[in-house]
C-alpha cells in the first residue's frame, strides 16, 4: 500500500492524516501554492490513485481529469455534490462516502439548533453574561418546541433520525422526500410548499441535488410564514439564502438555525446582526466519536478498494 498514492484536497482529522500518511504514500494537495497545482498534478500522475475528499472540497471534472490513473474517489462525508459523479462513471472511478456513522451526531444538533432558536439559548447565555440579568428578567420571547408540528424536507438516514427526536418531544411529523415511506405515523405531502404550510418548524435534512437546490425559496419561506423557523443542517445551497435574509429582516419568517451556507465559510453579514438567527460552522457531525468513525470508513474503502474486495460504503 506505501506505493499507492493518495492525494488529500484539504486539511482534514488529524487521525484521518496521520493513518493516511502511514498507510499510503500521501499528497497534500493545498500545501501546493495554486500557480503550482497543475504542474504538481502532472508530475505524479502517474503515482496517484485515489483522492480523499470531503464535503467542502470534493473533485471536479478538471481535477479527475488531470489524474489518468485515479481509480477511486474516497469523500470524508456522507454528501457528494461536490464530486463530480457523471464523470466518475464514466471513467470507471468508484466513489465511497460515509453514512450512517455521522446519522445520530447530525440529528443531535438538529435538534440542538431547533431548541437554541426557539429557546433563545445564545441570547440567554449572553444576557447572563453581560451581568443584564440584576437589572431585571431575560422576559418571555422564548417559545415552546415540545407538541409543535415539525416538517422535514428529506426522510432519508439523518431525516429520519431527527423525525424519532422530534417525536419524543411530543412533535407531529410531516415530511417531504422523492417518494413515500410506508410510515402511517407520518404525514406525506409531495411538494415541499405543502409541507411548509402545514408545520411551525422546517428542517432541511435532503441532499443536494440539481433537483434540491433552492428548494427552500421565497414561495416556500412565505408558506412557513411568520412564525415559522427553518433549520438547515443539509446543505446550504438548498436555501435561497438573499431570500431568508430578505423575509428575516422584513418579518416574515420568525427565525432560522443553521449549520450549513451557499459559500462556506462565507456567511451573509446581515444574519450576523440578528438575535432570531443561530449560525454554526457547519459542524453537524464534527464530535471525536464520529469523526474517528468516518476516517476508519474511508481508510476501510480504501483498502478494500485495493484489495479487491467489496467496498464497505460505495456511492458508484
Ligand atoms: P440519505 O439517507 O441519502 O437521505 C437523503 C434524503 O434526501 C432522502 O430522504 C431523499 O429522498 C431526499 N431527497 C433526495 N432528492 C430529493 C428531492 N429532489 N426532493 C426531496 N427530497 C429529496 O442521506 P443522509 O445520510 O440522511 O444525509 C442527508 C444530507 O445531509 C447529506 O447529503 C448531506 O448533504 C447532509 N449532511 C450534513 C451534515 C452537516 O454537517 N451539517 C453532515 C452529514 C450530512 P428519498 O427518501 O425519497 O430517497
Known amino acids: 500500500m506505501e506505493s499507492i498514492g493518495v492525494l488529500l484536497m484539504c486539511p482534514m482529522y488529524s487521525y484521518l492524516e496521520q493513518e493516511l500518511q502511514s498507510r499510503f504514500n500521501l499528497f497534500k494537495l493545498w ?6 497545482i497543475p504542474e504538481f498534478l502532472k508530475s505524479n500522475q502517474r503515482t496517484i490513485k485515489a ?3 470531503n464535503a467542502r472540497v470534493g473533485a471536479d471534472a478538471q481535477l479527475i481529469d488531470s489524474l489518468p490513473n485515479l481509480e477511486i474517489v474516497a469523500s470524508f462525508s456522507v454528501g457528494f455534490d461536490k464530486i463530480d459523479l ?3 462513471e464514466e471513467k470507471g472511478i468508484r466513489v465511497t462516502n460515509t453514512p450512517d456513522v455521522l446519522t445520530d451526531d447530525v440529528a443531535d444538533l438538529g435538534i440542538a439548533l431547533i431548541l437554541a432558536v426557539l429557546r433563545k439559548i445564545c441570547p440567554c447565555d449572553g444576557f447572563v453574561r453581560s451581568g443584564k440579568w440584576k437589572d431585571g428578567d431575560f422576559g418571555l420571547s422564548t417559545k415552546q418546541f415540545s407538541s409543535k408540528p ?3 424536507v428529506g426522510l432519508g438516514r439523518i431525516g429520519s433520525a431527527i423525525a424519532k427526536r422530534a417525536q419524543a ?9 422523492r417518494t413515500q415511506k410506508p410510515l402511517k405515523h407520518y404525514k406525506y405531502y409531495d411538494n415541499i410548499v405543502d409541507l411548509a404550510k402545514n408545520c411551525s418548524i422546517l428542517v432541511v435534512a435532503c441532499s443536494l441535488t440539481d433537483e434540491t437546490r433552492h428548494i427552500v425559496n421565497r414561495e416556500v419561506i412565505d408558506a412557513l410564514g411568520p412564525r415559522g423557523i427553518l433549520i438547515n443542517v443539509g446543505r446550504g445551497a438548498h436555501v435561497d439564502e438573499p431570500e431568508l435574509v ?3 429582516l422584513e418579518g416574515r419568517l420568525a427565525g432560522a438555525g443553521l449549520d450549513v451556507y451557499e459559500d462556506e465559510p462565507e456567511v451573509p453579514d446581515p444574519l450576523l446582526r440578528l438575535d432570531n438567527v ?10 471525536v466519536e464520529t469523526c474517528n468513525s468516518m476516517a476508519d470508513l474511508v481508510l476501510a474503502n480504501l483498502e478494500a478498494h485495493f484489495n479487491s474486495r467489496p467496498l464497505p460504503t460505495p456511492v458508484i
Open 51 to 53: 483522492v480523499v475528499s
Open 150 to 152: 415539525v416538517g422535514i
Open 246 to 248: 430578505s423575509a428575516l
Open 31 to 36: 500545501q501546493q501554492p495554486p500557480s503550482k
Open 169 to 177: 418531544f411530543g412533535c407531529s411529523i410531516s415530511y417531504h422526500s
Open 86 to 88: 457523471k464523470r466518475c
Open 278 to 287: 443561530l449560525l454554526l460552522p457547519h459542524v453537524g457531525s464534527d464530535t
